[in-house]
Structures are given as structure tokens and as C-alpha cells.
């Protein structure tokens, strides 16, 4: 695909459509940087400008003078991606919806909501909740993320396992196609058996089909009581199998969520937390239940442990206080900032079905052994989604560079083997592409890159990306 | 679109494929009434050749054949359909899946489960059952209907509304595309945020882009206890507005359902269930609360008395046993049946977000007397999902073909207008072809039929069908 540079004419005309003061030029070395970059590794790419525009209109009206004129635009949330989904790869416009940040409408009649994209995860959770609704989605970067990154991402997060992701919450979304056009993609119902799901397509595109510019989203009573438990394992592999052990007794917990050794210690000294472990526990299982009734919950909890007992674990955690529960949950959403604080890494985000999960962890440090690299594994072994953060060390930046993706293409296999593939949640952006033949086939690619080719004829939106 | 006719040739090369046992000819008077129809209307479309074949591998070389000599080809499950889906309006090959029948596994271990879309959608959740196991999408048909046919017409049921339609629960598809290539849609995980979700595209695609020859479900642990209540109103728009009261008291009933009088007497007529009605009883929940502690269900359900006590009800019958909640469910089940074989009727499968209901329904009594037709309404109200219908009783021939689809167009109209659409459950199919440009714009239809155009170059592929 060949595309233009901007010209000083075309910036100030597509400046000129949101007010100048909402575009960032190169000159402006300090306001670029910010676009530069998102949270996957250390890559930087500078874009020719930024656009921060305030709502679909003038998104369309850039849309098209971008695309008759063949100008890159990557849409850009919160900038807190894993793949590099946000990096402008072929320069071009950044288009950021961080002034699309209104929350429209909480329709408490319709158990419905209507956002924009640029709304926060938490502030839009927080708000919802103020009204005793649920939005489930919590991805760990909830703080900062953006519903709208959070849609093109198809993003997850730990309640997943009992409540779904993302897109079992999106009913319906505004959108702007590349070539300008704005439309809904469905209608604000829980049920649509009205023509193809445009909207379940869009949902995990990776700002590559359209730029959503609204989203109607399902909402569920908030479920007030919960109950979180941390538990230590004396084998990784124990704490993997105990997750199918708990489903199959009967019980969904909200949140069913696995950390190595390394992953805890780490997080713990990243948090100053003091966190002391036993010398044989070798991986923690963190539990939460949730629901409106709390005796249901201690009876539900009764039968997690009746399971827990047929495994070799040390002394169960139960949080008591609302504090001792947001220690562990902070510990757990940070495990992420901890790895990146302690060495250059690599984070990749696979998904097996959740029994294979022990197999998929000894595959791992197996395959470990073979290429010299560490892994700090953790993540949502209820859905049998496992981060592995390979972590540089002292490997060479050769190794690093050439050997390891060697390894990481062992890794991926090693999933698809099992019935999984190579991104849970964090899509594929940029930099898990290289690998996108391992996950799907030649006639899957076909598909997917000839719906490409009908939204976008001329490619300009968020190319480099999947594949 | 320009199909080819069957030559005897190509009809004898088809038939070898599979075996000529399983295929029927059209000569085959007696053998070919039951592949000329499915539940709607009184339609019907005679085939050219009925091909029943066993696996992918065949079909494949079916779709092959009829792709490079332009052959329609319908995919048909159990013909259960209610928008025309199954019918050869084209003539051409009618391709039946009955012989795809196998439930290959039940993974216990992942909560998972493969499927052929030949399987009983009854038969399969007696199945997971048994193993503990739940799969709780269940069409009113769900004792006859097949689940490939549920997957592509999106079904629901009634415990959608707590639990999800049939989309939510699909995991991955083997799919025989119109040219014939096989190939699956996803991966067997909980989470995929890999490539664009070609799975939940060929969902409710009305077997327009593929025919579906394996099904990978999530399943979810089986909740043994619930609780069943008939509840009376006074006015049918307080029935509506107390499905949204009940969701915002905090509870999620596992189904809500709707029937007006006249659903209730012809369908306990219909079934000799001998009910007595009050006078002045207009409409009637049904409401189902499950879960796996019967405790909190009857916590649950004094939340729900005393939403309901706000409203002007009669006396609340609550099923104290097995017989009596079958005989409920029985009736809400057969309500179609019964209005069936009363008079000629069209179904109208409209859906609104859940507040609207009482508005919906206002409106369609409002428009029935405009254009002097009865309508008999019930659905799944939790769903805002209300099935209109309308029945000819008396009125002309003329009326019933020329001036009824008016009116039909007004309901529709409605429910846009309204934030919902014209099918919750039953796809568009053939009956609401004529509508679609109602609920769908020129950029959704363009899209739409550009993925079409992707997927099926020659249009062979269930043709005259949604658009």
C-alpha cells in the first residue's frame, strides 16, 4: 500500500476542520510525544500529525479528505494498548477521541447506556455503579483505558470468566467508515436477528473497519456482595488444574485469576506491599465471588474449598476488609507495571480452554529452556487466557531480537495446538502480526482481508495492523 | 441474480456424492412435501433435488459443484424457521443437515461441547444435563428445531433474557463456505481477539455465507433449583411496564414472559388445559427465577411481589410442582401453535429496548385498528422481543396481501422509531425481505452485501433471502 505525505496544505485544511488549536504538529516535538508511543514495549513511532477531534461529523469530514487523498489515520484511545494497535506505522494522522468523552445517557429504565468512546473504563464503571448498575469489563488498565480502545480490543480483564468481555456488552455503536460515511451498526436491543452483525464485526477490528464514535452498551444489576480469597499453590501446575475443578463443582466465580511466584514477588516489591510468601509456594490462585446474597456466598465459598483441599495448597487468604481486598486486587492489576519496571519484556497474551492451561505452562518454560529466556506467567485462568511475560534479562540483543521470535512462534503453536490461539484481549496490532499465520488459515485471512478491502478501499485506516 | 436449472446430469453427479439413498428427486412426490416448507405462513417452494448428505467433505463437494454450474443451494435444518429461511425460492438444491446429527463430544473439563447442526436442540440440552452441564438457549420449538438452524437465525428463547441468545454461547464453527472451502471460524476459547470475528458474522447470517458442519458451545454449570409464578394484570401496558420494575429491583428472572389474553385462552383451549381467567384479567408474566440455592430464590421472589404489588394484579399462581410448571411452560411454548391452527396469521418478531414495550404495544392495537386486523401479542418481555400476531380471521384476501403489509410497515416503523428492529429471534428470511430497508440503512445494506458478494461471488448460497 503506498500512501501520501501530508502537505503543509492539506495539515492546515484538516486542522482547519476541528480548530487549530486541537491539532498537535511534528513542531511541536513536547505535544507529539504523548502519540508516539502506547503501552507495548518500547515502541515509538512519530505520526505527522495529531487531530483531537470533538465528535462524528468532523471525524468524517477528515475521513474523507484522508482518504481521497490516501493519508494513513490511525484512531487512537487512551493510548494504553498491549500490540501496538495505536502506533502510526505509516506516519500519517493520529486521530485521537480523547474529547469524545461524554457519557450520554444511563438509561436506568433499559438497564442502557450511551457513551462515547473517549469515556474512561472506571469513570463510565463508577458512574454506573452510583445508579446500582454493573458494567462488568474491567480491563487492568481500567484507570486510564478507554471504553473505546476497550471495543476495538474485544478487551477482557479478571470478571470475564462469570460476566463476558467487551463485546457481550455492546449493543449497538456509532461509527465513522473510512470513507466517511456515518452510521449505527445495529439497533439498542438485546436480541438483532436483523442481518449481519456489523456490530459484533466491528467490535475487536482494531480501529481497522471504522472509527466508533457512540456506544449503547447492556448493563446488569450490580451485584453488591463479594468475597476474595488468595491462594498459595506448591505446584504451578495444581493451581492451573484447580480452575476446571472449581467450574466443574458448580461454581462460576467472578474472577478466577493466576500468578507465578515471580509475578507476586515482584508486584509486591513494585508496591511495597511487604508481601511475605512461603519458600515451597510456587504460584497463587486469587479468587473472588460475587452476587446479592452473602450467605449464598460463604456456601459457595464452602465448595470452592472442599475443591481446593483435594489440591496441596497453603494457607488460604480471605480478605475481610474492603482495604485487604483492594491490596489484593491492586497487587494483581500491577503485575503488568511490576514485570516492566524490572527489565525490558515481550507480554503475549494467549488463550487456551482452561483445562489445557497446565499443559500450556510447562510447554512454556519448556520451550523457555530451550530459547534462554524467563517467563513471569500470570493472567485469567478462568478463561484460560495466560499472560507470558518474557522478560530480556540479561539475553543479548541479538538473541532478543532474532532468536527469541522463534521461540514465541514454539509458544503460539503450542496454543493453536490445544484448541487456543495467539490474542485473548489484547488483539494483534503490530506486534503479534509477524505471528497471524500460526493463528489463521489462508481462507480465514481471505475473509477477513476482503471485508478489510470493502470497508477501506484505499487501506488508510490503522494499516500495518493484524495483517 | 441468473441460476442455472438442474440437468439430469448434474442432478445424477450431486446424488453420487452422497449416495443416492440420500437424495431425494422431485419425482419423489410424497419424499419431497416435507423439504417444500417450514413453519411460516402456508409458503411453500418446490426444490429441484433434496441432498442429505453425512460431513463437511461432502458438502464441500456439493457447494463445488453448484458454485461452478450456478445452482442455488438452501441450507435447511428442521424447518422449523418462522421468516421463510429454508425454502428454495430459487429452486435449485435444498441441502439438509439431518444426518449431521452427531453430539461428537461433551468436555467436562472445559465446559465445552462439539456439535454437528443436525442435533435436536432439545436432545443436546438433555445431554448437558446430564453431565451437570447447562446450554440455556431454548427456542419454543426447541423439541423439534435444530441447533445449525439456531445458530443461524440467532435464536433466543425465553431464558435470553438472563442467560443470553444462542450467539453467546458459540465458541467456534466448521463452516463450508459457498465456493467449498472448509474452514473453522475462531478458536475453542473464552476469549478471541484474534483477526475479525468471522464466528459471530456467520451467526444470524441466515445460512447466506456458509453451511455450518460443526459447532464448538460453552456451556455453563446447570442451576438445579427455580421457581415458577404466573402472575394476572389488569392492563396488558402494566405487564409491560413491570418487566423493567422487576430489573430495576435488582433481580434477573431467568425468563419474562408476555401473553396477552387471547394467547393464554386459545392456547389452554388449544391444549385442553382447561384454565379459568377472571374477567377483567387482561395479561399474564410468566416469571422464572432459578439459581442453585432455593433460599435465595424465595428472597428473590419477595423482591419481586413487592414490585409487583405496585401494580393492579390479580392472584399470583406460584407452581409448587414439577407437573405444574411444565403445564405453564407448556402453555407460553404452544401459544404459536394455538394461534395457528385458529386462522390464517402472519408473526411479527419485533424487539425494543424493554421500556418500550408498553409503547409497542399501544401502538400496534392502534395500528390493527387503522387497518382492522386482530393481533395476538406475547414474547419475551425481559427481551423488550414481542411477537406480534396477526391473524386474517375475516378479513379479505385483498386486504390480507395488499392492504396488511401497510400496516406491517407502520409496526415496523414503530419499533425503528423506537430504538429497536424488526427481529429479535427470527431472522429476516424471506417474509421480511420486503421490510429490511425499514430497520437497515444504504450504508448498512452496501456493507452487507458486500460481505455477501465475499463470501458467495455467484449469490448461489441460500439466494432471495434478508436483502
Not at 217 to 238: A, G, S, T
Not at 359 to 369: A, N, Y
Request: hydrophobic letters at 40%; one cysteine or more; aromatic letters at 8%.
Amino acid at each position: 500500500m503506498e500512501f501520501n505525505i501530508l502537505t503543509p496544505e492539506l495539515t492546515r485544511a484538516l486542522a482547519a476542520i476541528i480548530g487549530e488549536e486541537y491539532a498537535v504538529l511534528p513542531t511541536d516535538a513536547e505535544g507529539m510525544q504523548h502519540y508516539t508511543h502506547d503501552e507495548t514495549e518500547d515502541l515509538r513511532y512519530m505520526p505527522e500529525l495529531v487531530l483531537k477531534p470533538k465528535n462524528a461529523a468532523e471525524i468524517s469530514r477528515i475521513m474523507r479528505l484522508c482518504h481521497e487523498n490516501i493519508i494513513p489515520v490511525t484512531p487512537r484511545g487512551a493510548g494504553t494498548g498491549l500490540s501496538g494497535g495505536a502506533l502510526a506505522v505509516h506516519g500519517g494522522v493520529v486521530l485521537s477521541t480523547e474529547r469524545l468523552n461524554a457519557i450520554i445517557q444511563i438509561d436506568e429504565q433499559n438497564l442502557q447506556a450511551t457513551v462515547e468512546p473517549g469515556v474512561i473504563t472506571q469513570v463510565f464503571q463508577e458512574a454506573v455503579i452510583a445508579r446500582g448498575l454493573y458494567y462488568p469489563p474491567d480491563p487492568s488498565s481500567r484507570g486510564s483505558c478507554f471504553l473505546g480502545g476497550n471495543l476495538s480490543e474485544s478487551s477482557g480483564g479478571p470478571r470475564a470468566v462469570k460476566y463476558g468481555v467487551t463485546k457481550d456488552y455492546v449493543l449497538n455503536m456509532e461509527v465513522v467508515l473510512p470513507t466517511g460515511e456515518i452510521t449505527w451498526t445495529g439497533a439498542n436491543v438485546l436480541k438483532n436477528a436483523t442481518g449481519y452483525n456489523l456490530t459484533q464485526l466491528l467490535i475487536g477490528s482494531e480501529g481497522t473497519l471504522g472509527v466508533i464514535t457512540k456506544i449503547v452498551f447492556r448493563l446488569i444489576p450490580y451485584p453488591p456482595q463479594n468475597l476474595v480469597m488468595l491462594v498459595p499453590f506448591r505446584k504451578e501446575e495444581e493451581a492451573c488444574a484447580a480452575v476446571s475443578r472449581i467450574f466443574m463443582a458448580g461454581i462460576v466465580p467472578s474472577a478466577l485469576e493466576f500468578m507465578e511466584r515471580d509475578a507476586i514477588e515482584w508486584t509486591s516489591r513494585y508496591l511495597g506491599l511487604g508481601m511475605v510468601m512461603a519458600e515451597d509456594e510456587r504460584a497463587h490462585l486469587l479468587i473472588e465471588l460475587d452476587g446479592n446474597d452473602m450467605d449464598l456466598l460463604y456456601k459457595d465459598a464452602e465448595r470452592v474449598y472442599e475443591v481446593l483441599e483435594t489440591f496441596d495448597v497453603g494457607e488460604i487468604l480471605v480478605a475481610d476488609t474492603e482495604k485487604q481486598k483492594e491490596d489484593l486486587w491492586r497487587l494483581r492489576r500491577n503485575v503488568g507495571h511490576a514485570v516492566k519496571s524490572n527489565s525490558i519484556y515481550k507480554e503475549e497474551d494467549t488463550v487456551v480452554p482452561r483445562a489445557q492451561l497446565p499443559v500450556l505452562l510447562r510447554g512454556v518454560k519448556e520451550i523457555g529452556e530451550r530459547y534462554a529466556f524467563k517467563s513471569v506467567c500470570y493472567g485469567h485462568a478462568g478463561d484460560g487466557n495466560l499472560h507470558i511475560n518474557i522478560v530480556k534479562g540479561d539475553m543479548s540483543d541479538d538473541d532478543w531480537d532474532n532468536k527469541l521470535p522463534e521461540g514465541i512462534k514454539e509458544i503460539f503453536r503450542l496454543c493453536v495446538s490445544l484448541g487456543g490461539t495467539i490474542s485473548g484481549e489484547h488483539g494483534i496490532g503490530l506486534v503479534q502480526r509477524p505471528y497471524i499465520g500460526i493463528a489463521l488459515n489462508e481462507v480465514q485471512l481471505y475473509l477477513m482481508r476482503g471485508i478489510k478491502q470493502l470497508f477501506d478501499p484505499r487501506g488508510i485506516l490503522n494499516p500495518g495492523k493484524i495483517f
